[in-house]
């Protein structure tokens, strides 16, 4: 097959993982420390051995544990931009980039060629003289970038590349790498729990939760309808798990009842997530009059100043995510909240979107 297979158990980090890339474009894997990212990325690579699984890139089988096919890393056709640069100390700027084609068999003055080419490319020429030492982390990264390009490789696999570079470095890199990757010619992985960075350099969202794929899709449909926990976070939405009840409710593990608007019709019993956003709910102190169609008895955990708002964060005895509430600055005062309070969060039916729950397309 064209592009990248992923089918892969590791018992010991307790990762099971199914999934594929389209040839020429971006992948990002999504979710929380300990999700088993960069694991999965650490197979792909070669540097990881799952016990059970089969790793395809381009119709050539890198690993399969039936047949006992684990092909080593520089066999691969892939090249791994960790966290940290990793140059080679003694070497030039100019020769850590050439060590890839030399390595590959090429001659001594076509590397140095390859390796002045990618780090214009990169916008690091005038630094092909310095040794790692003389770079800043932010050229250092830019340096990693060119020689992970100049291996040619088939796959590129990026492990939250911009994690340990400062603000000011960091939007840099990631409009290095939007020019680079967001060609439609390279195949490439990106890990990160960002979801800017899956926004500016992904077509695709991997959501990892747990070990297991919890959600997958295009980016911006992830992100906007969210069906997982960890997506609904990052996007910054509130999400509640249920069954599906008919005529647009969801039961809640609990037993709570929420109401919105449904996508489609799906069957009674079926898995969905009621989601709203945190300007759409309303913070009372104790439960209001009448019978609003979705209530929730929060225990206030933590507030938060944005300028012209308060952000509300909350937990219930759901056992599901926080929730959250963004509320005026007199709002607030006039509340008294701290946390610890006891509060209901109150969201009208019209404000919920209700639509299926699964891993997606």
Not at 281 to 302: D, I, K, Q
Request: hydrophobic content about 45%.
């Amino acid at each position: 097959m064209s592009g990248l297979h992923i089918d892969i158990e590791i018992p010991e980090r307790d990762v099971i993982a199914t999934f594929d890339v389209v040839a020429g474009e971006v992948t990002a894997i999504l979710g929380p420390n300990g999700a088993g990212k960069s694991t999965v990325l650490a197979a792909v690579a070669g540097l990881h051995h799952p016990h059970r699984g089969m790793i395809e890139l381009n119709s050539r089988v890198l690993t399969d544990t039936a047949a006992g096919i684990a092909l080593p890393p520089h066999k691969r056709g892939t090249a791994l931009l960790a966290q940290d640069a990793l140059l080679f100390p003694h070497l030039t700027v100019a020769d850590n980039v050439a060590f890839a084609p030399r390595s590959a068999g090429r001659a001594r003055r076509e590397s140095a060629e390859i390796a002045r080419r990618w780090l214009d490319a990169v916008d690091a020429g005038e630094l092909a003289e310095r040794k790692p030492s003389q770079l800043s982390g932010g050229q250092a990264q830019r340096v990693a970038v060119a020689r992970a390009l100049a291996a040619e490789p088939e796959l590129l696999l990026l492990d939250e590349p911009m994690a340990a570079l400062d603000v000011a470095s960091a939007p840099a890199l990631r409009s290095l790498l939007r020019r680079v990757l967001r060609t439609g010619e390279r195949t490439a992985v990106l890990v990160t729990h960002d979801a800017l960075d899956a926004l500016a350099l992904a077509d695709t969202v991997v959501v990892l939760d747990g070990g297991r794929v919890v959600e997958r899709g295009d980016v911006r449909t992830v992100l906007t309808r969210p069906r997982s926990a960890f997506a609904a976070r990052i996007a910054g939405v509130n999400l509640r798990t249920g069954d599906m009840q008919g005529d647009g409710m969801i039961r809640t593990p609990s037993g709570i009842d929420i109401y919105g608007i449904a996508e489609i019709d799906e069957p009674r019993g079926s898995s969905a997530v009621a989601v709203f956003e945190p300007r759409a709910v309303s913070v009372y102190l104790e439960p209001p009059h009448g019978s609003p169609r979705n209530a929730f008895t929060v225990t206030v955990a933590e507030i938060e100043n944005r300028g012209a708002i308060v952000r509300v964060r909350a937990e219930d005895e759901e056992g599901q995510p926080g929730l959250s509430a963004d509320i005026t600055a007199t709002a607030a005062a006039e509340l008294d909240l701290i946390p610890g309070s006891a509060a209901t969060f109150v969201v009208k039916a019209t404000e919920t979107l209700i639509y299926a729950q699964g891993a997606g397309s």
